[in-house]
Nanobody, 115 residues
Framework: QVQLVESGGGVVQPGGSLRLSCSAS????????MGWYRQAPGKQRELVGS???????NYANSVKGRFIISMDDAKDAVYLQMNSLKPEDTAVYYC?????????WGQGTQVTVSS
């Protein structure tokens, strides 16, 4: 059973930065892309950013210019560099790996932006 393990969440002041990491417990075959999602209390889960093999990225309008997603093919890992954080970025962040056979999801890591 493949598990995605996230790390890097925590509490940060507005304007601060955090870097989330997500890696697979075992090699995942036929990966086509990876992504980060978030879910705030009382809201639906939303896409934050995604990246496909070849490097093309896609971001939610609310994080464009502040967040950067990257992936490491050799490690089956995906990262999210979050800069200029705002209180409205507070949420549980989930990583996802898309393969030809199925999608995989992490357990979530809490990010809290508060002064």
């Amino acid at each position: 059973q493949v598990q995605l393990v996230e790390s890097g969440g925590g509490v940060v002041q507005p304007g601060g930065s955090l870097r989330l990491s997500c890696s697979a417990s075992r090699t995942i075959s036929s990966i086509v892309g990876m992504g980060w999602y978030r879910q705030a209390p009382g809201k639906q889960r939303e896409l934050v950013g995604s990246i496909i093999r070849g490097g093309n990225t896609n971001y939610a309008n609310s994080v464009k210019g502040r967040f950067i997603i990257s992936m490491d093919d050799a490690k089956d890992a995906v990262y999210l560099q979050m800069n200029s954080l705002k209180p409205e970025d507070t949420a549980v962040y989930y990583c996802a790996v898309y393969s030809l056979s199925r999608d995989y999801w992490g357990q979530g890591t809490q990010v809290t932006v508060s002064s």
